[in-house]
Nanobody, 120 residues
Framework: QVHLVESGGGLVQPGESLELSCTVS????????MGWYRRALGNERELVAR???????DYADAVKGRFTISRDNAMNAVFLQMNSLKPEDTAVYYC??????????????WGQGTQVTVSS
C-alpha cells in the first residue's frame, strides 16, 4: 500500500502564490518520479510538473517560469511552489508518485487531490 496526502490548496487572488505539499507513505522500497497534475472542470487531467529522483524537472508550457517543483527524498515529499497565479490555474491538483516495492514490482499512486481556486 502506498498513500499520498496533499495539502496547501485554497482560494487566492490573481497574482498571488500558493505552495502545495505531498507526502508519500507505505511499504515501498524507492520512489523514482514524482509529479503534479491538475484537472480543471470539464477538462482532462494534465501534467503540471514532474521531477525525477535525480532532480531533473519537466514543466507544462502554461506554468513555465511561474511554478517550481522540488522534492525532499528523505521525507518522501514533493512540493509545488506556484507564483503569479492566474484564473486559468484553477483546478484540482493531484500528486503522483512512481516507484518500486522490495520485490521489484512497480507502482504509480495518486493523492486525493487538493482544490486550487484563483479568483478576484
Amino acid at each position: 500500500q502506498v498513500h499520498l496526502v496533499e495539502s496547501g490548496g485554497g482560494l487566492v487572488q490573481p497574482g498571488e502564490s500558493l505552495e502545495l505539499s505531498c507526502t508519500v507513505s507505505g511499504n515501498f522500497c524507492s520512489i523514482s518520479d514524482m509529479g503534479w497534475y491538475r484537472r480543471a472542470l470539464g477538462n482532462e487531467r494534465e501534467l503540471v510538473a514532474r521531477i525525477t529522483s535525480g532532480a531533473s524537472t519537466d514543466y507544462a508550457d502554461a506554468v513555465k517560469g511561474r511554478f517550481t517543483i522540488s522534492r525532499d527524498n528523505a521525507m518522501n515529499a514533493v512540493f509545488l511552489q506556484m507564483n503569479s497565479l492566474k484564473p486559468e490555474d484553477t483546478a484540482v491538483y493531484y500528486c503522483n508518485a512512481i516507484g518500486y516495492f522490495a520485490d521489484f514490482r512497480s507502482f504509480s499512486s495518486w493523492g486525493q487531490g487538493t482544490q486550487v481556486t484563483v479568483s478576484s
